[in-house]
Structure formats: structure tokens, C-alpha cells
């Protein structure tokens, strides 16, 4: 069952850099596919080639620790009408593309705080596994 939108919905609410103006912040441009399928959601995420983003740690832009974000997820589905059953897992393919632009933390700029220079990256993947967490009553 194809979810993508469910997640990029989710991630059109992040506000990240914006290519020099760095007083403006808008909904960085991802490529996202997601799928679910027995109980596991698939989800890959792309940083795309000359698009700015802050970093590329999955935790800062699909933070998936604590309960906030898996009740969001399942508010999502059920827009769909679709409640699927506990605990879900979510396994996220991040790949990097080549060129990709993310702050370079080493260099700050000295007038803004919090802002960066921008630096471009070698293409990268990685992978991340998350399993839900229970309510808490």
C-alpha cells in the first residue's frame, strides 16, 4: 500500500534554510517514496542534489523517538481510513545525493546567529530502523 503521502505531508511541516536569505526558513524539498506492508512501513528519503538543508541526521528531520511523532503517523493513516496494527516499524533508506547541500558546521557565520556556511556532499545512504513505542497512561 503506497503511504508516500502520508510522510510527505509529515515532512512539509519541517522549516529548513533557505539558499542565501538565511532570515527566511521554508519546507526543504525531499524526494519520499513509503509503503506499508504487514505491519512494516518502508519509507526512503532523498536529499536532493542543490536543495539546502541543515544537516542530514534522519533524527532532525523524522525525529521517530517518542510517542508524538508515532501518534502523527497514525493520525496520517486514518485519513486514509487505515489503522493499521500495533506496533508498527518503520525502516527509512536515506539517500544523499551527490551535491546535496547541508550546513557546514564548522564554518559559522559570525553576523547570524545559527546560520552556516553551505557545503556540498558526496553522495551517501544510510539506514534506520524504528519500532513504536507503547502509550503511555
Not at 503511504?3 to 511541516?13: D, E, G, H, K, Y
Not at 536529499?47 to 508515532?70: N, T
Amino acid at each position: 500500500m503506497n503511504i508516500s503521502p502520508v510522510f510527505r505531508r509529515i515532512l512539509s511541516t519541517n522549516r529548513g534554510p533557505v539558499l542565501g536569505i538565511p532570515t527566511q526558513r521554508h519546507s526543504p524539498d525531499y524526494r519520499v517514496e513509503a509503503f506499508y506492508e504487514n505491519g512494516i512501513i518502508t519509507l526512503s528519503l532523498v536529499f536532493c542534489e542543490g536543495v539546502a538543508y541543515c544537516c542530514s541526521e534522519i533524527e532532525c528531520h523524522l525525529p521517530m523517538k517518542g510517542r508524538k511523532q508515532w501518534d502523527r503517523i497514525r493520525n496520517e493513516l486514518q485519513i486514509y481510513d487505515f489503522t493499521p496494527p500495533f506496533p508498527l516499524h518503520v525502516q527509512i533508506h536515506v539517500e544523499i545525493e551527490h551535491g546535496a547541500l547541508f550546513f557546514d558546521f564548522s564554518r559559522p557565520d559570525p553576523a547570524l546567529r545559527g546560520w552556516y556556511e553551505f557545503k556540498p556532499a558526496q553522495a551517501a545512504r544510510y539506514f534506520c530502523e524504528y519500532v513504536e513505542e507503547a502509550p503511555q497512561f
